[in-house]
């Protein structure tokens, strides 16, 4: 209760005060995703071809956030199947969802055949691609996102994993 005759005239230090405290939070940033492209070279694709990869965390490469973290941030699909029967020969796990700054870094790999697998003189990739996910608060509000794919060929913002088929005559 405010009452004028608890203040000394000139005192300034019996006069009410007042803080104010301001908060600040950056909303995450919106879904991103990495996208892919399978090759083949030498033939062309056949109905039974079928390509897998998998998607896992690389904390070497990450900087400023945790194992945990970048499990979080990972999509609920870590693997991906490219077949002979799809229209394009392209895939992505789908959006990483990122709620704090720093690089979050990942691999992804083609799964390499079992080596009792017929595999038809067809060379598989052993390229392994690195997405870099650089997540920053330009104070905005807002998370912004800027991605980077490194260890294949990269086209358009693409990473382009490529097998090579050779024909040897027995």
């Known amino acids: ?58 904390l070497t490469d990450s900087v400023g956030v945790t194992e945990e973290e970048l499990a979080e941030a990972m999509p609920d699909t870590t693997t991906a199947t490219v077949s002979g029967t799809d229209a394009d020969k392209t895939f992505s796990f789908g959006g990483f969802n990122f709620t704090k700054a720093g690089t979050y870094a990942y691999k992804v790999t083609e799964t390499q055949p079992a080596d009792d697998t017929d595999t038809a003189g067809v060379t598989y990739s052993k390229d392994t691609a690195v997405i870099k996910f650089t997540v920053t608060d330009p104070g905005t509000g807002k ?28």
């Open 143 to 170: 998370l912004q996102v800027a991605m980077n794919i490194t260890g294949v060929t990269v086209e358009n913002n693409t990473g382009i994993f490529t097998n090579i088929y050779s024909y040897t005559p027995a």
């Open 1 to 58: 209760v405010y009452n004028s005759e608890d203040f000394v005239r000139g005192d300034s230090s019996t006069y009410p005060t007042a803080a104010f405290v301001n908060s600040y939070s950056a909303a995450g940033a919106d879904p991103v995703s990495a996208g892919f492209e399978k090759r083949l070279t030498g033939r062309d694709w056949k109905e039974t071809d079928s390509f897998e990869f998998a998607l896992s965390t690389d």
